[in-house]
């Protein structure tokens, strides 16, 4: 098991090995598809992208006296197209579920990134580890909005490693 | 006569939601708890932790056990000796209603295939409906998650592809959902009817109780074969490999024509949140 603070560094991601189990403190980012889009095109985003962690995510509402909701990681493979422009400013972390494409897989590795997953349908178990949750940009998208999330110790698996190891069997 | 009075059906519905939400039903637990011990990969085993360790952390804090709270299905039976003093359609819709706000539940409804507003209230509901005899009414709820249902597909097979032709589409059905799905998972399927019968019975396979086997014998051993055969396909928890893939397999089949064998494979998440109410 590694523990990583973020932002992270190049030397952390040349650490990671498929299979290993990470619990990461400290700041990161949700977005989805939508989010996405727009970062894409956004020239000045309200976070640094470098040795960012960016985690897929659409927590449901918060209860009186919880950080947030439930927040589980959403399938991946949605942003596999959306990923490589943000890779390419400093985005280092990506979290979420299941497997994804290969020309991601390429574009990860060219660009010294990783990608892990989280339990999916852990939500409660997950929202345990967020701290504090902030909205940060685009509001109007409710909860697809980029939110700044301060976590402790939050678990996952690294899924896709920079020598080209994938954790998903191969049926 | 009997009367029913449709906000009796709307409280139903509200509580329902939440509690479906918020507590996995006990022999669920049970399954995954029993795939734990009998999981030889170490990562798998810690995934089914944590899906157990989930369940706990949602009943103790009344709390959604996934962020994705799903669309709501409701399989509606009415006798036909009940009178209703208003719309059991939007009665319902009422319950959803009330129920995602006030459960803390996410709303994931859209209203349009390509505007993609949110109805921002989760309604409406997925409704079907049958008429029964006698003087009650069933209501088999449920909320479903939008990622195992977008790996479900209808296929239509020839008569003559047979059990094996269904068994090759099940297993490639999920290899190719591999984690995507959120496995453990439970497989619905259903066979017969036509297009559109063949997705509703399977669906409502889903919603039978986990220990209850098919009765008839050839399903029966379908069932049973298919369960085995998709736990050798080594995709696992959440896809990473393992003995865990899915938890149960269920079919229900229906009469069909001379021509045709449809197949509805329906997948569910290990978050499987259903409960059946009678009035
Ligand atoms: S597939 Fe099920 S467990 Fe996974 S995120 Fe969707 S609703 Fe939750």
Redesign the interface.
Known sequence: MIKLNTPVSEKDIEMLRV?E?VLFTGTIYTARDQAHLRLIEEKNPAFDLKGSVIYY???????DG?AI????P??S?RMDKLSPPLMERGLKVMIG???RSEEFRKEMIKNKAVYL?A??????????KIKKCDLLMYEDL??EAVYKLEVDEF?C?V?YDIYGNS????? | MRNIDVAEVTKIVRDSVIKINHHLGNSLVSLIKKAKENERKEISKSILDDILNNQEIAKEGNIPLCQDTGMVVVYLEIGREISLNGSIYDAINEGVRQGYSEGYLRKSVVDHPFDRKNTKDNTPAVIHTTITEGSKIKLKIASKGGGSENMSKVTMLTPTEGIEGVKKLVLDTIKYAGGKPCPPIIVGIGIGGNLEKSAIIAKESLLRDLNDEASDPIINKLEKDLYNEINMLDIGPMGVGGDTTCLAVKINYYPMHIAALPVAINIQCHSARHTEVII
Do not use: E, Q
């Not at chain 1, 339990?119 to 345990?128: E, F, N, P, R, Y």
């Not at chain 1, 954790?167 to 049926?171: A, G, N």
């Open positions: 299979g189990k995510v659409g927590p449901s509402p918060k209860k919880f909701g439930a927040s589980g959403t399938s493979y579920k299941g497997d997953i339990t999916g349908g852990a939500g409660a178990l997950l929202s345990s409710g909860a678990p698996f899924a954790i998903f069997s191969k049926s």
